[in-house]
Structure formats: C-alpha cells, structure tokens
C-alpha cells in the first residue's frame, strides 16, 4: 500500500501541473517516512552529502562562461572564422554552422546555449543567402545537441557524479563520438546543399577573421588540452573558462562597428571610452549571472533530491537484486544493450536529459557493467541517446528553445529535425557496435 500511496500522490501532483522539483522532493519526502522509516532530518544530510562535491562547482561556472561567450562577441568570431573556411565549399553556411557549434560545444558545455548562441546568428544567414527554412531550423537545433557530448558536457559531469565514474575520462571518451557526429552533419549539409551559392575565397578576409578570432579559437585548445594532458581538472578548466572569457570580453574584443576614441582628449575620457566600446560591460555581466542563477535554481534542486533517492537505494540493495534478477532473466549482453537503448530513446522523448541521468545513471550503470560493457563507454551510449531526445517531442528542449527563438511552429521544428534525427541513430548504433571510438584516447 505504501508504494500505491507513492504513486498516487506523484500522479496527482503532475495532473495538478505542479514543478519538476516539487513532485521529486514530495517523493523523496514520502520514501524517507514512510519507505524507509527514516527521518525528514536525515532527507537535508543527504542533500548536503550530495552537494559538497567540489566537481559540482563546473556546472555553474561552465553554464556562466557559456553566456558571457554568448553574450558578448567570442561566438559572433566564432562564426566569422568558420564561414571564411568554408565560404567556398558547397554548402559551406550549413558547414560553417556545425563547426561553429563544435568549437562553441568544447567551451560552454550545453546544448541550449550552443544553440541559441550560433543560432540566432546562422539561422537568418542561412536564409538570406537562399538555404532552405527547414534544412537551416534543422542545422541550428541539431548541431546545437553537439553541446552535450563534445567535452566540456554538462551531462557527462552529472553522470560522473551519480555513477562515481572518473569525469576527466568521459570527457575524453566524447572527444571522437562528437567529432563524428559532427563530420556526418557536415556531410550532409554538404550534400542537400551542393547547389547553394558559395561565396569566392579570398586570404585577404580569412586572415581578418582569424586575427579577429585568434582569442576565442584558443579557448577550446586551452580547456581540452589542459583537462587531456592532466593539468588541470574538469573543475579547474571551467574556472579557467570563465576567467579567460571574461578577460577577453572585457578588455580585449571590442563592439561591432564601436566608434574610434576622439583625439586630444584627456587620458580619463579615452580610458572610459575604451571600456564602454568593449565587447561586454558591467551591467550585461549581472543580467548574465541572474539568467544562470535562475537555471542553477532548477537544477540543483533536482539534483539534490536525486542523490537522496540513491543513497535509500543504495541503502535497501534494490539496485544489486534488480541487476541480478535482469542479468539471469536476458542473458544475451546485446539484447541487454537493446532493451537499455530503446528505453532510453523513449525516456529522451519525454524527460529532460539531467533528470534522466539523476534518475536511470544509477541503475543502469551496473546493469552494462554487469554484463561487460565498460562504464566509460555505457556513458557515452547513454548521453547519445538522450542528446537525441533533445529533438524528440513533446519535450525536446531544442525544439521548444527553437520554436521560441526563430519564432516558428512547433510541427514545423519538428519536421525540420527528422533528417538529423535518423543521421543520429546511425552515429548511435556505431558508437554501440564500436566501443573503440570512446575508449581508444584513453587507452582501453
């Protein structure tokens, strides 16, 4: 009657439509009192146990330095130097848009602001320039996704918390997976689009752009060459992320077409007038840091109550019993490996891909373990599969941030993403199939 009487308060709360974070922490409340017979008070021990982690400060700060980047003018050269790369190839705005959200992926860590930081840039270029609404909508949300898998990876950080799995080598192991799904999204970029207009390369506007964006190239090389050499870690890159964008935001790229300072005026009026044509300023740094708190408020919550969730688990051995029931009852590993996959696909279409981690990391990580499937690679499959759901409906993320930010309908969005999502699940059973393309960086 106990876990009747768990449901049921779970499904009234969601019929209510009430928060994410109110349903989980009535849940825990329930387990901890009436599951467990354990006390409200030791609820607030677990939340503290599962917070006082120092990886935990790289989400806030990743998420931080991603909305100075976006914010300020490190994504718009970003762009810049892509464009003049591939501004004669065939396609080369659809290119240009996949390698503009790799590198911006191996800076910020998340798929949302990836996307609207290339986004809301390329999507009216590829427009402009007579790219197809739809392939161009599908382009941006889908490359956007590039910012969950290619390190930093926001998602791979929190399934290294839950699972207790060294995070430095899933950054590592995403490094080549996210590589390849953004070659295969080049690819056919490269093929829809083989009679786009291209544009003449000239030297001249390629080393302008380079030079203009040498300072934000360096930042990807900064952090996964730090984090893949061992000199700095996972914590410490986003930190060193943060501090770098900031510096470089705020006194060295200056405004696009800012105006040049007037001569013979003091030397006070040309340093003031040096900071206010800077590329960021003090009071777009606050609306910066409020717009992350305000994400943080959603995910740390969540976060903490999950880790309650697990430590009764842990406590009552249901993990250990259902592994052994699942291994004795499927006894073929890939059979196994399928059953894990399609729930996950299912599980990416209608939950957020943290809570899917907080929720399923725990369970099913001994489950592949068991059967022999190293841990670093099953959390690759997994994140693949729930970057997938970020174009899945009803909740994809990239689809709802997209249907908002490029003022489209959501069946439109939807369509638009079909072809990326089918290059995905072909990139999804490779990584399944190849395990050396996650482990062979770390030497496994």
Known sequence: MTWLGLIAIVVVLLVLRQSLVLVFAVAAGYVHVFIAHSKLEFLMQDFWFTVDREVLLSIPLFIL????????????????????????IPGGLGIACVLACAVFAAINGSSIVTMLAIGSIMY??????????????????????LGIIIPPSIPLILFGIMTEKNIAHLFVAGIVPGLLLAGMFAVYALVVNRHAP???????????????????????????????????????????????????EFFVHQRENAPRAPLGVPVTARIGHYFRTRAMNLRELVDVVLETTRLLATLLPLLCIAGSLNTILDHSGAPKEAVTWLTGVVQDRWLLMLGINLLLLVVGCLMDAGSAILILAPLLTPLAEAKGFDPIHFGIIMIANLE????????????????????????????????????????????????????????R
């Open 388 to 443: 997938i759901g970020y174009l899945t409906p009803p909740v994809g993320l990239n689809l709802i941030v997209a249907m908002a930010a490029f003022k489209e309908s959501f069946a439109t969005v939807c369509k638009a993403v079909v072809p990326f999502i089918g290059i995905m699940l072909v990139w999804l059973v490779i990584l399944v199939l190849w395990p050396a393309l996650s482990l062979t960086l770390l030497g």
């Open 124 to 145: 009216p270029a590829m427009v402009s320039q007579g790219y197809s609404k739809s392939f161009a909508l599908g382009a941006v949300a889908s490359a956007g996704t």
């Open 65 to 88: 330095a991603g909305n100075v980047m976006s914010r300020g003018s490190i994504a718009r050269r970003l762009i810049d130097c892509m464009k003049t790369i591939t501004s004669p």
């Open 198 to 248: 291209r544009q003449r390369f000239t030297l001249a506007e390629t080393l302008r752009s380079f030079y203009g964006g040498v300072f934000a190239l360096a930042l990807p090389a900064i952090i996964i060459g730090g984090i893949y050499s061992g000199y700095f870690s996972p914590t410490e890159s986003a930190a060193v992320a943060l501090v770098y964008a900031l510096f470089i």
